[in-house]
């Protein structure tokens, strides 16, 4: 089945900095990445996608970058500011077979002022 | 999006109990849900995979037994620990997908955090 990994376990940043975590896939089938933003207690929360036909997608200040060949895949915030503090999941699945997500292990981003 | 409801959203309960977890799909068809676990500070591990009128399909190491999945209608899918132990103190949560979505495909419940006494 799929592993993903993911690192680092935990990021702090100041405030302004950027934050880039980064992610690999062993399935070369997968063709959906999404990443997910939790808060303790809280349902992951979808904060960008990206799918194998494109290599990279920028929303405000998230973008997201998807190497297929070498199947790493990265999240980029700038600007970081204090309520991007959370615990960041990437994730990976076959979009058409069922979408079964596998996490990867999750990123503790703090944001310092 | 979608909306998954999860309930509830907490629960405490002694140690050989049963404890159920709903999750219904409000304004879509699920004909499949997937049920996560997740230990403090770790990630989401896939426990489950459940289909509208089917036997669910367990992950390895998951004891169906134990985790007993009913997914009898096209919105209303539950999980079932049964006999619960401390050790199965965990958060629980649902997603389903919506094929009729174009881009979010993927719907969460709320959540259920489990405390076994």
């Known amino acids: 089945g799929e592993n993903v990994e993911q690192h680092p376990s935990t990021l702090s940043v100041q405030e302004g900095d950027s934050a880039v975590i980064k992610c690999t896939y062993s399935d070369s089938a997968s063709n959906y990445f999404p990443w997910y933003k939790q808060e303790l207690g809280k349902r992951p929360q979808l904060i960008i996608d990206?799918?194998?036909?494109?290599g990279e997608k920028k929303d405000q200040r998230i973008a997201v970058t998807l190497n297929k060949t070498a199947k790493h895949f990265s999240l980029h915030i700038t600007e970081t500011q204090p309520e991007d503090s959370a615990v960041y999941f990437c994730?990976?699945?076959?979009?058409?077979?069922?979408?079964?997500?596998?996490f990867g292990t999750g990123t503790q981003l703090k944001v310092e002022l | 999006g979608a909306v998954v409801s999860q309930h509830p959203s907490w629960v405490i309960c002694k140690s050989g109990t049963s404890v159920k977890i709903e999750c219904r799909s409000l304004?879509?068809?699920?004909?499949?849900m997937f049920w996560y676990r997740q230990f403090p500070k770790q990630s989401l591990m896939l426990m489950a995979t459940s289909n509208e009128g089917s036997k669910a399909t367990y992950e390895q190491g998951v004891e169906k037994d134990k985790f007993l999945i009913n997914h009898a209608s096209l919105t209303l899918s539950t999980l079932t620990v049964t006999s619960a132990h401390p050790e199965d103190s965990s958060f629980y949560i649902c997603s389903a997908p919506d094929a009729t979505r174009t881009n979010e495909k993927l719907f969460f419940g709320s959540g259920t955090q489990l405390s076994v006494l």
């Open positions: 994730a990976a699945s076959i979009e058409g077979g069922g979408n079964k997500l596998t």
């Open positions: 304004d879509f068809q699920a004909t499949t």
């Open positions: 990206i799918r194998s036909n494109v």
